[in-house]
Nanobody
Framework: QVQLVESGGGLVQAGGSLRLSCAAS????????MGWFRQAPGKEREFVGG????????FYEHSMRGRFAITRDNAKNTVYLQMNSLKPEDTAVYYC?????????????????WGQGTQVTVSS
């Protein structure tokens, strides 16, 4: 079992930045890739980006490229989502997810563990 806890959400003005953290505990000795997803009210949960086990490979949904960056510190069992140039349409609950294996996936059904989510609100 892996437990994930997100933090760092909040209210920010358009154009601002936030950094979300996702701390993992439990069976963290196994190799696992991480993904970030988000869900806005009334919408499906969507893929934001992913990072492989080593941190050497990342992938982002198109609208996040160039604005968001995912990194990880395996020594601290923590993954980060740096969000810059935020827009009101980025408002959502952001979730981190873990999947056993070395490579991320864009499909939420491929992930084995989920955090509880953290709210990000971007005001115009």
């Amino acid at each position: 079992q892996v437990q994930l806890v997100e933090s760092g959400g909040g209210l920010v003005q358009a154009g601002g930045s936030l950094r979300l953290s996702c701390a993992a505990s439990g069976r963290t000795s196994s190799a696992y890739a991480m993904g970030w997803f988000r869900q806005a009210p009334g919408k499906e949960r969507e893929f934001v980006g992913g990072i492989n086990w080593s941190g050497g490979s990342t992938f982002y949904e198109h609208s996040m490229r160039g604005r968001f960056a995912i990194t990880r510190d395996n020594a601290k069992n923590t993954v980060y989502l740096q969000m810059n140039s935020l827009k009101p349409e980025d408002t959502a609950v952001y979730y981190c997810a873990a999947r056993y294996g070395r490579t991320w996936s864009t499909s939420r059904t491929d992930y084995d563990y989920w955090g509880q989510g953290t709210q990000v609100t971007v005001s115009s």
